[in-house]
C-alpha cells in the first residue's frame, strides 16, 4: 500500500513540476529577443569606476550607463531587489565587469546596510550585452506602425 501511494505521490508531483505555465514571460535576455535595442554580447564593461547610472531594471537585468554608452547586464536567477534598487554597485577585481562578477544592490537610498540589518544583495553577472536606449521598444515600434 505505501509503495502505491509513494509511487502515486512522485508522478503527480513530476507532473505538477514538468510544465511551465503557458503565459510565463522570458527571463534574462530573452525577454528582450527581437528587440531593437538589444546589441551583441560584449566581454566586459572596463572602468567600472565611471559607471554613471542605471535604470529599466527587472529581477535579473538591469541597464548600466557609462557615459553616453548603456550596457544591458544579466545575471544568474532572480536578484530579488533589483526592480527597486535604490543603488548598485559592481564588485569586480579588474575593474572591468564581465561574467562572473558581482552587482550588488541596495533598495535604501542611506546606503548598503539599513535598520533592518540586510545590507546588499550580491548578484552573479551571467552577460553583458549593448544595448541602444534611442532604438524603438517593441511597444514603440506596434505604436508607429
Not at 513530476?14 to 505555465?21: D, F, I, R
Amino acid at each position: 500500500m505505501r509503495l502505491a501511494l509513494l509511487a502515486t505521490t512522485s508522478v503527480l508531483l513530476a507532473a505538477c513540476a514538468s510544465q511551465a505555465p503557458a503565459d510565463a514571460k522570458p527571463k534574462g535576455v530573452a525577454q528582450f529577443a527581437g528587440d531593437a535595442r538589444l546589441g551583441e554580447e560584449v566581454r566586459n564593461v572596463c572602468f567600472t569606476s565611471t559607471i554613471s547610472g542605471f535604470h529599466d531594471a527587472t529581477d535579473d537585468t538591469v541597464v548600466i550607463s557609462k557615459g553616453s554608452k548603456d550596457y544591458l547586464i544579466e545575471v544568474h536567477g532572480s536578484c530579488f531587489n533589483l526592480d527597486h534598487a535604490q543603488q548598485l554597485a559592481v564588485d569586480s577585481t579588474t575593474g572591468c565587469l564581465s561574467k562572473g562578477d558581482y552587482i550588488i544592490t541596495s533598495d535604501s537610498i542611506a546606503g548598503f546596510h539599513d535598520d533592518t540589518g540586510f545590507g546588499g544583495q550580491r548578484c552573479m553577472v551571467k552577460s553583458v550585452h549593448e544595448w541602444d536606449g534611442k532604438a524603438k521598444a517593441p511597444a514603440d515600434a506596434e505604436e508607429s506602425e
